[in-house]
């Protein structure tokens, strides 16, 4: 009651301008189709403030689209954490930014910094510097803002952020808006104590510990008031949600609007990873991740009250490259400190440009097909996976990704909706029956897979198992081809050639991540 009460109130309070632009802003997914500039463009959209649109528009997290082209790096500085999830285990990092299971090197200031420089000598389109993790960046905030201090004076040009439990937040606002960090997640899954409760067994907190409601309810609080200090600042501010089902699923709609009334610019609803080999107390007691069509069910109800973010690889505390890819394992510390630096920001920002072109280049190729398809499908909308390496293109071999993109094509367009993990089923040049079985679990939902190219072997089985291998869209960039791919069945569905029929649901791979 306390809660809903404090929710009330804050919702009547004024918003700061800024908030205020970020939450008039009606959502990406709600422009996606329609043909207008959207989040997912280069360009800024009609309804965004010029100043926000600067601030997430080379953002691999913030903005969909960029994260086919603009890569993000993480540092490890942040060990200890004051609080503790029931989905993680303290042997790992973070698992409210990387699944758990994951262990990444850690790093002094001094470290961070000089890698930071290596991996943007070596990487131009590398825009982002996180900190999150391995434990809670403010739990460690002198470490955390010694190293946001170095980098800012030596690559000015690279945005920083970061990603925190919220607890200590409020003590730190003012010194996040001084060193011009402008993108801050709070991983807030719950708005209500009792549950809360259910995913925090204790907080740390003015150098007591708190357990139970008692714990949440601080927690829900400070992360409340966190939030609101930032929007009012003109930070933007990202929310990350676990869903978890059984506990907090039906209850991240609450979430969603209570974050959106405090000018929250964008919810990232992750599913819940959760294996009994990870030690957590949730995958120690069988509370279960959601299936791919249920997490689909809670983004899609939650799109039309704010931005949601479907791009989340849950990556690491010292992840490295494209969303979606690692490339940790070039920049280990042994590696950056016998290295040359050679940043040259002016070389950075020619590297750049160049990517904006490919960027327009693009969006022409999806109005070209988009202008095609106008009055087609009305009623149809199809899943299709794609490989791809970036760019925004069909480049992926089927047995090299690691992942498939999935768009959700319709009448409306092609508008990205998640991703999916899978193992390799090529290996040494050869192909792994065994993951056949797995990869068409995690795609088992989508109609067509496309693809820069396929063996004869896996096609035969994807189309046993329903899913049409399509290669002959290679190299051509993912939106376009979509679409293309979308008029060609809607074509054979009007002939009768087949008859289009609802999927099934799909799975989330619980597994670990391993960089490759
Ligand atoms: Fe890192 Fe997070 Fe910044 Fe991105 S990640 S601190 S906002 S730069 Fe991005 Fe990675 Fe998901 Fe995080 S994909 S886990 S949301
Ligand atoms: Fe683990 Fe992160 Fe939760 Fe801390 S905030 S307990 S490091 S998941």
Same mark, same amino acid.
């Given at each position: 009651?306390?809660?809903?009460?404090?929710?009330?109130?804050?919702?009547?309070?004024?918003?700061?301008?800024?908030?205020?632009?970020?939450?008039?802003?009606?959502?990406?997914?709600?422009?996606?189709?329609?043909?207008?500039?959207?989040?997912?463009?280069?360009?800024?959209?009609?309804?965004?403030?010029?100043?926000?649109?600067?601030?997430?528009?080379?953002?691999?997290?913030?903005?969909?689209?960029?994260?086919?082209?603009?890569?993000?790096?993480?540092?490890?500085?942040?060990?200890?954490?004051?609080?503790?999830?029931?989905?993680?285990?303290?042997?790992?990092?973070?698992?409210?930014?990387?699944?758990?299971?994951?262990?990444?090197?850690?790093?002094?200031?001094?470290?961070?910094?000089?890698?930071?420089?290596?991996?943007?000598?070596?990487?131009?389109?590398?825009?982002?510097?996180?900190?999150?993790?391995?434990?809670?960046?403010?739990?460690?905030?002198?470490?955390?803002?010694?190293?946001?201090?170095?980098?800012?004076?030596?690559?000015?040009?690279?945005?920083?952020?970061?990603?925190?439990?919220?607890?200590?937040?409020?003590?730190?606002?003012?010194?996040?808006?001084?060193?011009?960090?402008?993108?801050?997640?709070?991983?807030?899954?719950?708005?209500?104590?009792?549950?809360?409760?259910?995913?925090?067994?204790?907080?740390?907190?003015?150098?007591?510990?708190?357990?139970?409601?008692?714990?949440?309810?601080?927690?829900?609080?400070?992360?409340?008031?966190?939030?609101?200090?930032?929007?009012?600042?003109?930070?933007?501010?990202?929310?990350?949600?676990?869903?978890?089902?059984?506990?907090?699923?039906?209850?991240?709609?609450?979430?969603?609007?209570?974050?959106?009334?405090?000018?929250?610019?964008?919810?990232?609803?992750?599913?819940?990873?959760?294996?009994?080999?990870?030690?957590?107390?949730?995958?120690?007691?069988?509370?279960?991740?959601?299936?791919?069509?249920?997490?689909?069910?809670?983004?899609?109800?939650?799109?039309?009250?704010?931005?949601?973010?479907?791009?989340?690889?849950?990556?690491?505390?010292?992840?490295?490259?494209?969303?979606?890819?690692?490339?940790?394992?070039?920049?280990?510390? @042994?590696? +950056?400190?016998?290295?040359?630096?050679?940043?040259?920001? /002016? &070389?950075?920002? *020619? $590297?750049?440009?160049?990517?904006? !072109?490919?960027?327009?280049?693009?969006?022409?190729?999806?109005?070209?097909?988009?202008?095609?398809?106008?009055?087609?499908?009305?009623?149809?909308?199809?899943?299709?996976?794609?490989?791809?390496?970036?760019?925004?293109?069909?480049?992926?071999?089927?047995?090299?990704?690691?992942?498939?993109?999935?768009?959700?094509?319709?009448?409306?367009?092609?508008?990205?909706?998640?991703?999916?993990?899978?193992?390799?089923?090529?290996?040494?040049?050869?192909?792994?029956?065994?993951?056949?079985?797995?990869?068409?679990?995690?795609?088992?939902?989508?109609?067509?897979?496309?693809?820069?190219?396929?063996?004869?072997?896996?096609?035969?089985?994807?189309?046993?198992?329903?899913? @049409?291998? +399509?290669?002959?869209?290679?190299?051509?960039?993912?939106? /376009? &081809?979509?679409? *293309? $791919?979308?008029?060609?069945?809607? !074509?054979?569905?009007?002939?009768?050639?087949?008859?289009?029929?609802?999927?099934?649901?799909?799975?989330?791979?619980?597994?670990?991540?391993?960089?490759?």
């Amino acid at each position: 009651m306390e809660s809903k009460d404090l929710d009330e109130r804050r919702a009547r309070a004024p918003l700061s301008v800024s908030a205020r632009a970020i939450f008039e802003h009606k959502g990406c997914g709600s422009a996606g189709g329609s043909g207008k500039a959207s989040c997912g463009s280069s360009m800024a959209p009609a309804d965004m403030a010029p100043g926000v649109w600067e601030k997430i528009k080379n953002h691999p997290c913030y903005s969909e689209e960029a994260h086919h082209h603009y890569a993000r790096m993480h540092v490890a500085v942040s060990p200890a954490c004051n609080i503790q999830c029931n989905y993680c285990n303290r042997k790992y990092d973070c698992a409210n930014e990387s699944r758990p299971g994951v262990v990444s090197e850690r790093l002094t200031p001094e470290q961070a910094a000089r890698k930071t420089l290596a991996v943007a000598s070596a990487i131009p389109q590398m825009t982002v510097l996180g900190i999150a993790g391995p434990g809670d960046p403010l739990a460690n905030p002198e470490k955390t803002f010694k190293t946001f201090e170095l980098i800012a004076r030596e690559a000015p040009d690279i945005k920083l952020c970061l990603s925190t439990n919220g607890l200590a937040l409020p003590d730190y606002v003012d010194r996040i808006k001084d060193l011009n960090v402008d993108h801050v997640t709070i991983t807030i899954n719950m708005v209500d104590p009792d549950i809360g409760a259910r995913i925090y067994p204790w907080i740390y907190y003015q150098h007591k510990r708190h357990t139970g409601r008692d714990a949440a309810q601080i927690l829900h609080e400070r992360q409340m008031q966190g939030l609101e200090m930032l929007t009012e600042r003109g930070i933007l501010c990202k929310v990350n949600s676990v869903m978890i089902p059984g506990v907090n699923d039906r209850h991240l709609v609450e979430v969603n609007k209570a974050v959106k009334s405090r000018g929250a610019f964008l919810h990232n609803i992750m599913p819940l990873i959760s294996a009994p080999e990870h030690g957590t107390v949730f995958g120690l007691t069988g509370v279960r991740g959601p299936t791919a069509q249920e997490l689909k069910a809670l983004q899609d109800r939650c799109e039309g009250q704010m931005n949601m973010m479907r791009h989340c690889r849950q990556c690491r505390a010292d992840a490295v490259g494209l969303l979606g890819e690692d490339r940790s394992s070039e920049f280990t510390t @042994e590696k +950056v400190m016998e290295s040359e630096l050679a940043y040259d920001g /002016a &070389a950075r920002r *020619a $590297y750049q440009a160049a990517v904006e !072109d490919k960027r327009n280049e693009k969006l022409a190729a999806k109005e070209a097909e988009l202008e095609s398809l106008r009055g087609r499908g009305a009623d149809i909308a199809i899943l299709v996976a794609v490989a791809t390496k970036g760019e925004g293109r069909v480049n992926e071999h089927f047995g090299h990704a690691k992942e498939f993109q999935i768009y959700e094509v319709s009448a409306l367009g092609a508008k990205f909706v998640g991703h999916r993990r899978v193992d390799l089923y090529c290996e040494g040049g050869y192909g792994e029956e065994d993951t056949l079985p797995t990869i068409i679990r995690a795609l088992n939902d989508c109609t067509a897979v496309l693809v820069a190219k396929i063996g004869g072997c896996p096609q035969a089985t994807l189309k046993q198992a329903g899913i @049409e291998p +399509v290669d002959s869209c290679a190299h051509e960039f993912i939106d /376009a &081809a979509a679409i *293309a $791919y979308y008029k060609t069945y809607i !074509d054979r569905v009007e002939k009768g050639e087949i008859t289009h029929l609802p999927k099934g649901d799909a799975a989330i791979r619980q597994g670990a991540y391993v960089a490759a």
